[in-house]
């Protein structure tokens, strides 16, 4: 379940930042990506309410990820970040995207391939 939970994540967010437009280089970092979604943690775990604090860090994410260099970045990112983050709840995570408001017209995946 946990290794479930950590790939929809994975999927959900790399799944938002393919909706974002190519547009200029966006420098991603590792510890950008997990500044960002650290405020979600405790929400996607079952563990807390969902915060402001959590969508800016999902919007953010959308936004900065411009390129598909960028977005491969912060895939890979994400899944070693992932990695280290026990009880992910899949449902929660999921469904993240649209209780921020973020609109990703593709099926979330439990597979991710961060080339693509």
């Known amino acids: 379940m946990a290794a479930g939970g950590v790939r929809a994540l994975v999927a959900f967010v790399?799944?938002?930042l393919l909706a974002a437009a190519p547009c200029a280089n966006a420098a991603v970092s590792c510890p950008k990506v997990a500044?960002?979604?650290?405020?979600c943690v405790n929400y996607i775990r079952g563990k807390g309410p969902l915060?402001?604090?959590?969508?800016?860090?999902?919007?953010a994410l959308n936004s900065q990820a411009k390129t598909?260099?960028?977005?491969?970045?912060?895939?890979?990112?994400?899944?070693?970040?992932?990695?280290?983050?026990?009880?992910?709840?899949?449902?929660l995570t999921s469904g993240l995207p649209?209780?921020?408001?973020?609109?990703?017209?593709?099926p979330i995946s439990t597979t991710t391939d961060c080339t693509k």
């Not at 500044?35 to 405020?39: C, R």
């Not at 915060?51 to 919007?59: E, F, I, K, L, Q």
């Not at 598909?68 to 449902?91: E, F, Q, V």
């Not at 649209?98 to 593709?106: I, L, R, T």
Request: glycine share 10%; with cysteine; aromatic share 4%.
């Open 14 to 16: 790399v799944l938002c």
């Open 51 to 59: 915060t402001p604090a959590c969508c800016n860090g999902v919007r």
């Open 98 to 106: 649209g209780k921020c408001g973020v609109s990703v017209p593709y």
């Open 68 to 91: 598909p260099a960028d977005r491969r970045a912060t895939c890979n990112c994400l899944k070693s970040y992932a990695g280290k983050i026990s009880g992910l709840n899949p449902s």
């Open 35 to 39: 500044s960002s979604i650290a405020p």
